[in-house]
């Protein structure tokens, strides 16, 4: 008798899936194992193959979220001129701003129960350090760009949790001067005359 069984990663995925379903649905406080493996269609031994706890499949559920965010960074990077420097910062603007619902939801569930226990967001602290070196290489324009990096955030995070009143012709206005703020943050500096005396 053949069984057919998914490639690791196809039922690694499908874990994630039900968990992110589950997640929006009852909250990540909710988020029990075996609803997961119930979910997902798969034994409960499976699901422990690939996540032995349930702190495990919440890490792997953010650090997923943050990879796609990132891929989202990339596609916009891949899209701007490669010798312009606001690159970097425009393809941040646009790959974490570009509305994605659904995506927000899991966020927000998995930041909230991150509160709980901190150490889920190492992966995120690593990436986020990361970006930040990347940021350093702009040299005498990193100082705005951190600025223009931590406005993008705040806004995501405030869409996240539900509290920015911003109308989407607001928010449009917004993403708007950030993009304009990261060409000026990256254009060249015309020194200043000294004063005469």
Same mark, same amino acid.
């Given at each position: 008798m053949l069984v057919h069984t998914s490639p690791p990663g196809a039922a690694r @995925?499908?874990?994630?899936?039900?968990?992110?379903?589950?997640?929006? $649905?009852?909250g990540a406080g909710h988020l029990t194992l075996d609803a997961v493996a119930? *979910?997902?269609?798969?034994?409960?031994?499976?699901?422990l193959y /690939?996540?032995? *706890?349930k702190d495990a499949l919440l890490a792997g559920m953010i650090d997923r979220h943050v990879g796609l965010l990132e891929a989202r960074c990339a596609v916009e990077r891949a899209g701007l001129p490669p010798a312009c420097e606001s690159s970097e910062i425009k393809a941040w603007i646009v790959g974490v701003l570009e509305a994605q619902p659904?995506? @927000?939801?899991? =966020?927000?569930?998995l930041f909230a129960a991150a509160a709980n226990n901190p150490a889920l967001l190492d992966g995120v602290r690593r !990436?986020?350090? @990361? /970006?930040?070196? $990347?940021? @350093?290489?702009?040299?005498?324009?990193?100082? $705005?760009?951190?600025?223009?990096?931590?406005?993008?955030? =705040?806004?995501?995070?405030g869409e996240?949790? !539900?509290? *920015?009143?911003? *109308?989407?012709?607001? !928010?449009? !206005?917004?993403?708007?001067?950030?993009?304009c703020l990261a060409d000026?943050?990256?254009a060249p500096r015309i020194p200043s005359e000294e004063p005469r005396s």
């Open positions: @995925e499908r874990i994630l899936d039900a968990a992110e379903k589950l997640v929006v $649905r009852d119930q *979910t997902a269609g798969v034994s409960k031994g499976g699901l /690939h996540f032995p *706890t659904e995506r @927000e939801e899991v =966020g927000a569930a !990436r986020y350090a @990361e /970006h930040v070196q $990347r940021l @350093e290489a702009l040299g005498d324009s990193f100082g $705005r760009a951190a600025v223009i990096l931590l406005a993008v955030d =705040g806004l995501m995070l996240a949790w !539900r509290i *920015t009143p911003f *109308t989407p012709g607001q !928010r449009a !206005r917004i993403v708007a001067e950030l993009l000026e943050a990256c």
